[in-house]
DNA sequence: ATAACTACTTGCCTAAAGCAAGTATTTTTC
DNA sequence: GAAAAATACTTGCTTTAGGCAAGTAGTTAT
């Protein structure tokens, strides 16, 4: 891979971690730490999600992670049910409080999104969002060598 | 701003958290955290800036910043100079030995960016740093209201 | 000359996160 | 079908990252 296209990458990936601080930074001024939102994120887009599953999505320590669900799940944000298949697993779903304050800190990051991207107009979101469809697809695409 | 908008933004700032998350796991199987490693980013690349312009860059807290710095010259990494115009201020230049580490790390990080981006051609790899450019200046300009 | 400001430092503290050992359950292997 | 290996999760212990506030030294403004 050329030097050039290599340094583009580094700039681009420095300028976005940027873009994405400061989108985070917002919702960071709430009672729950970015890991934890990312815990319920999961949970409320996928229910009966494992806390397994979410470590490997997140890529979380598993101590750690085993943690935020105890902690969240003494705050009734988080529900466990153990399979009765197989007793090593636990589905989470979010209970109706902790889909509250999911939405709320969801609507939050929404807020902080137009923020950083309002100065654009219509046709330039358009253009933005194509952009990164086509690099996701560029990146996800043909991982199989 | 459009609900579907920002929930494409949202999706690809998780996809690509993902991303840079690879990339800088590979960095951090050394000695050196992120953080360091991006304060010795911004000396290698713009000799004699100071403490103060490395937190406005890297948007750390300042303390902390002064503990790095403070850890990489007892390492050896890093020198200070004291402007005699303004003795608050200190200028900081990598060593001989620090820009050989740095170099190291930055080949190490090359190298872990060459793996993601491996399974791209030329044709695609010209497409994809074309996308980073476009949505660089699409979020950069007019950012004057 | 004094007050206000700037650049950096230091002390103190909490939250984030890693690692390893442990428990309970299930699956594999001989 | 019992022992060994594997899986899902938990717990204890520790390190690291990073925030906040007060402190120091130097500079600029009033």
Redesign the pocket.
């Known amino acids: 891979m050329q030097k050039e296209t290599i340094d583009k990458i580094r700039a681009f990936n420095r300028f976005y971690t940027g873009i994405i601080g400061v989108i985070d930074d917002h919702i960071?001024d709430s009672p729950?730490?970015?890991?934890?939102v990312r815990v319920m994120f999961e949970i409320y887009h996928n229910s009966n999600i494992?806390?397994?599953?979410?470590?490997d999505i997140l890529?979380?320590?598993?101590?750690?992670?085993?943690?935020?669900?105890?902690k969240q799940?003494r705050q009734a944000i988080i529900q466990?049910k153990r399979?009765?298949?197989?007793?090593?697993?636990?589905?989470?779903t979010l209970t109706k409080k902790g889909e509250k304050i999911f939405l709320k800190l969801n609507e939050k990051s929404s807020k902080s999104i137009s923020v950083v991207f309002s100065h654009l107009n219509k046709k330039e979101q358009k253009e933005l969002t194509e952009h990164f469809e086509r690099i996701k697809i560029l990146l996800t695409q043909k991982k199989i060598k």
């Open positions: 960071l729950y730490s970015l890991s934890e494992t806390a397994r599953q979410i470590r890529q979380v320590d598993e101590g750690y992670l085993s943690r935020l669900i105890a799940e466990k399979s009765s298949i197989d007793k090593r697993i636990t589905f989470l």
